[in-house]
């Protein structure tokens, strides 16, 4: 077992508007001697946007925006903005989040040259509807039945317009390889990963062809007790002289709903689409009280990591209501995982 250190809460929710119902979810990033952690900021009614913190140490806030830094503006966002995560990749930021019109879910991107004016780019996965996503998905055979049930819609489901397929979670990797981007997305129940030359190649011609090889884009899926349920990208993935370290979400069922789960796993560095190994048991899981009760119980979902030394931070939303650090020993956690290589 890998020893971790729960640092505790380093942000919780404001009377201001905006973030009045809670804050989760962070995207943190180093660059230039400082850290900044854009977070979901969320009002009331379960609409968020993006609010701001400059860190002066890992475990300190310095500097608090008192409005939120990129809000909603165009339809595919209108219901909120959601759970960031921020890599730099040729001096060029990358934010990544969800946006929710009030039905469908989607990875969408945004970008910057100096972490202040962001340029969106809109949704980056595929629009695209489950009865498409089937039929092009299963042209290689059929697929595990936990597509069907997390992604279709009973025909019951009444909406203003088409209910597309949820795919969340796009994380890109820090830097390019073999001189492509890389990132991973998640639809459920699996994380899915996808390599490009450029942002514009993410046409529906490019998601077609995608959806046809599916099988070979699935990066992990659910194996051990602690993520039986479904998986989804977590932190940014981060280099090491073994691989690729990557901290996801795991989720599984309980008679008290599902539990979420801080997991690791290491992939090759060359080749980021072969799992290398992974640990048989969580990383970490809910055990403290702002972990236990809040605005969804039960829940650590790490989303940004930052590497002082050996020491590995990792930030976390606190049961969808507030926002924490754990802190380990990379050189441990390394050495653990080797202890699983595939």
Same mark, same amino acid.
């Given at each position: 077992m890998v020893t971790l250190?729960?640092?505790?809460?380093?942000?919780?929710?404001?009377?201001?508007?905006?973030?009045? =119902?809670?804050?989760?979810?962070?995207?943190?990033?180093?660059?230039?001697?400082?850290?900044?952690?854009?977070?979901?900021?969320?009002? =009331?009614?379960?609409?968020?946007?993006?609010?701001?913190?400059?860190?002066?140490?890992?475990?300190?806030?310095?500097?608090?925006?008192?409005?939120?830094?990129?809000?909603?503006e165009f339809d595919y966002e209108k219901h909120g903005i959601e759970d960031p995560r921020i890599v730099k990749i040729d001096q060029l930021f990358y934010l990544t989040y969800t946006s929710y019109d009030g039905i469908n879910a989607l990875g969408t991107l945004a970008t910057s040259n100096d972490l202040k004016s962001w340029q969106k780019a809109g949704v980056i996965v595929p629009v695209i509807l489950y009865k498409k996503f089937k039929k092009l998905s299963e042209s290689q055979g059929t697929l595990s039945e936990k597509y069907k049930r997390f992604n279709k819609f009973p025909e019951s489901y009444k909406e203003s317009k088409d209910v597309f397929l949820w795919d969340k979670n796009v994380i890109f990797f820090p830097r390019r390889i073999n001189g492509k981007l890389h990132f991973?997305?998640?639809?459920?129940?699996?994380?899915?990963?996808?390599?490009i030359e450029n942002i514009e190649e993410l046409t529906p011609d490019f998601w077609k062809d995608y959806f046809l090889q599916f099988?070979?884009?699935?990066?992990?899926?659910?194996?051990?007790?602690?993520?039986? +349920?479904?998986?989804?990208?977590?932190?940014?993935?981060i280099e090491t002289e073994h691989g690729w370290l990557m901290i996801y979400h795991g989720v599984h069922d309980t008679i008290e709903g599902y539990v979420y789960s801080a997991c690791a796993a290491l992939l090759e560095l060359d080749n980021p689409g072969k799992e290398r190994s992974r640990l048989p048991y969580p990383l970490f899981k809910p055990e403290e009280e702002w972990e236990l009760k809040g605005k969804v119980n039960?829940?650590?979902?790490?989303?940004?990591?930052?590497? =002082?030394g050996d020491t590995l931070y990792i930030y976390y939303?606190?049961?969808?209501?507030?926002?924490?650090?754990? +802190?380990?020993?990379?050189? =441990?956690?390394?050495?653990?995982?080797?202890?699983?290589?595939?």
């Open positions: 250190k729960k640092e505790g809460i380093i942000l919780m929710e404001t009377s201001s508007g905006f973030e009045s =119902e809670g804050v989760l979810n962070p995207a943190v990033i180093y660059d230039h001697g400082k850290i900044h952690l854009f977070y979901r900021a969320v009002a =009331e009614n379960n609409f968020s946007c993006i609010g701001y913190c400059l860190l002066s140490d890992p475990l300190t806030i310095e500097t608090r925006f008192q409005n939120p830094v990129i809000t909603p991973l997305h998640r639809i459920r129940p699996d994380i899915q990963i996808a390599s099988k070979d884009h699935i990066l992990l899926s659910p194996k051990y007790d602690h993520e039986l +349920s479904y998986i989804g990208g977590g932190c940014p993935p039960n829940v650590c979902f790490p989303t940004g990591a930052i590497v =002082e939303g606190a049961a969808d209501k507030r926002i924490a650090v754990a +802190s380990l020993s990379i050189s =441990e956690l390394l050495k653990e995982l080797l202890e699983y290589t595939s």
